[in-house]
């Protein structure tokens, strides 16, 4: 992603260039220089947190009426 809570810091330029010449290339590869490991921990933290507040809740998840989502995968109308 190209998103940061870091004031003055923007990632879209670098993040356009690391696709089209890094990506799925030989050179493609985790480092400090171009990927943030930080953020990755707490993306993956947060993503984490959300999943084990749904498995711990008594209710299933539902879909909103009129959600888009819903209506493709839940059976909505």
Do not use: M
Request: glycine content about 10%.
């Amino acid at each position: 992603g190209d998103k940061t809570n870091e004031p003055g810091k923007k990632l879209t330029e670098k993040v356009k260039v690391w696709r089209a010449e890094t990506y799925h290339q030989p050179q493609d590869e985790f480092s400090e220089a171009n990927f943030d490991f930080d953020a990755g921990k707490k993306y993956v933290q947060l993503c984490f947190l959300i999943g084990y507040q749904v498995a711990q809740d008594k209710k299933r998840p539902t879909w909103n009426e009129g959600d888009l989502f819903g209506k493709k995968f839940g059976n909505l109308k």
